[in-house]
């Protein structure tokens, strides 16, 4: 899919691009010819190196370091971005927080960070590049959510609250800008195959494969996968907006 669909001339914001999904994310717009802004809060060598692979595909490349739960760390990216590109045609909201706490246990803090990271980013992220995309006609906003918003677990309701959210935020973007050409849709990543936190994931491989035998591709998603999905979104259809698209390789179907 990336070598068919073209994205020359736009300009992709991929938040939380230095590894894992939105690094996948972001190289994918590259080598469909986007030009992307990528951004983190802290790593900037990781920003850096995927950069300069982005570089390699010959495109170019900026790096912002920004607290995306920060809204004026948003609007100055976002500003940096339009100075420098002229403009933000695609922004991916691709950052979250997963902690496992027991309801009576979350704190009115531990809430507030969640809502903070996972749902309130994605509309400071929003509210930033939609007067230019309004502008120009032009958009597509997408929500990286998780599995967790839509099959409910337990000791996660701040994380549950979060990324049902996000399906909501984008369905009333849709509703509110699609008469300027601007889609927002959401993906909802199920077991991917990414590098995680064994402290918060334990053995989490080892439980994986054995998941993994009971869904009907036999395997886990990877960086690609999501890659290709927001690829899909972006260049691949104009007439998908307020959809909610499950990657998860069939793991839950219904």
Not at 217 to 222: D, N
Request: glycine share 8%; aromatic share 8%.
């Amino acid at each position: 899919m990336a070598v068919s669909l073209s994205l020359e001339g736009r300009t992709a914001l991929v938040t939380g691009s230095g590894r894992n999904l939105g690094r996948g994310i972001a190289l994918g717009f590259a080598r469909a010819g986007a030009n992307v802004v990528l951004n983190g809060r802290s790593d900037m060598d990781a920003l850096r190196s995927v950069a300069e692979e982005a570089e390699a595909l010959g495109v170019q490349a900026m790096c912002v370091q920004a607290d995306v739960t920060q809204p004026d760390q948003v609007q100055a990216m976002v500003d940096e971005a339009l100075q420098r590109f002229g403009s933000v045609d695609i922004a991916v909201s691709n950052v979250g927080l997963r902690p496992r706490q027991a309801f009576l246990d979350i704190s009115v803090e531990d809430w507030r960070r969640v809502i903070e990271t996972s749902l309130s980013s994605a509309f400071y992220l929003a509210r930033a590049v939609l007067p230019s995309m309004r502008d120009r006609r032009w958009g597509r906003i997408i929500h990286m959510s998780g599995r967790d918003g839509f099959f409910t677990y337990a000791n996660r309701a701040h994380n549950v609250t979060a990324k049902a959210g996000l399906h909501a935020l984008a369905k009333a973007i849709a509703v509110e800008f699609g008469e300027y050409n601007i889609t927002a849709n959401t993906i909802a990543p199920g077991k991917m195959d990414t590098i995680r936190d064994e402290t918060h994931y334990p053995n989490y491989r080892e439980l994986w494969a054995e998941a993994v035998k009971t869904m009907p591709l036999r395997r886990l998603g990877t960086a690609e996968d999501a890659a290709d999905c927001c690829l899909f979104l972006a260049a691949g259809t104009s007439y998908v907006t307020g959809q909610l698209i499950h990657l998860n390789g069939g793991e839950s179907l219904y």
